[in-house]
């Protein structure tokens, strides 16, 4: 089992940033691909980010069309966390973002473990 839990989420204005943090415990792997994901009220669950890893100290990171520019995923397996640098954040980026565990790529499916989510809200 993996326990995955979020930090860093709160409100802020457009066009300000925020860095998001995941830390992981548990049965914890440098191979599982880190996710991030949002869900907006009323809305399913999309894919923010992820990272997977390559081999050796190497990790690709793929993003949604919509944040690609503002939004920066990283990790530090050391710390077992994973970070989600936000700039730039606009009031549709609202919503419940949640740290992932698995398998990688962009489907809510091809991961097994979640975090409880933290609220991120961008006002006008």
């Known amino acids: 089992q993996v326990q995955l839990v979020e930090s ?19 049965r914890t792997s440098r191979s599982y691909a880190m996710g991030w994901f949002r869900q907006a009220p009323g809305k399913e669950r999309e894919f923010v980010a992820t990272t997977t890893w390559h081999s050796g100290d190497t990790y690709y ?22 970070y989600l640098q936000m700039n730039s954040l606009k009031p549709e980026d609202t919503a419940v973002y949640y740290c992932a565990a698995g398998r990688g790529g962009s489907a809510v499916a091809q991961y097994d473990y979640w975090g409880q989510g933290t609220q991120v809200t961008v006002s006008e």
């Open 61 to 82: 990171a793929e993003y949604a069309p919509f944040v690609t520019g503002r939004f920066t995923i990283s990790r530090d397996n050391a710390k077992n966390t994973v």
């Open 8 to 26: 860093g989420g709160g409100l802020v204005q457009a066009g300000g940033s925020l860095r998001l943090s995941c830390a992981a415990s548990g």
